[in-house]
């Protein structure tokens, strides 16, 4: 996922597929959400929408992508604030 760490909205997204029917279908459910704020209602969408046998492992992948985004601007917050 790519975001706009000013204001979390996700900009664009990737998501390694067979088809690229499915990866714009994924991209089509990202984009303009904001990642700290409407994680679980991207999970909720996904859930209700997509059936691949993949479902599971993008909603992991998501989950760690939003973690490891809290975890990088946490610690941009804590360094600003040291200087």
């Given amino acids: 996922m790519i975001v706009d760490k000013d204001s ?3 900009v664009d ?6 088809s690229e029917a499915t ?3 994924i991209k089509s459910i990202l984009i ?3 990642i700290t704020d409407d994680m679980q209602n991207i999970i909720n969408e996904i859930n209700e929408r997509f059936f691949g046998m993949s479902k ?3 909603i992991v ?3 760690d ?3 490891k985004y809290l975890i990088h601007t946490n610690q941009n917050k804590q ?3 040291m200087l």
């Fill in 32 to 34: 303009g959400h904001r």
């Fill in 13 to 18: 997204s990737t998501c390694n597929t067979v």
């Fill in 61 to 63: 992948a998501l989950k």
């Fill in 79 to 81: 360094h600003n604030t």
């Fill in 65 to 67: 992508g939003l973690n």
């Fill in 56 to 58: 599971k492992a993008l």
């Fill in 8 to 10: 979390n909205v996700i």
């Fill in 23 to 25: 990866s714009n279908f």
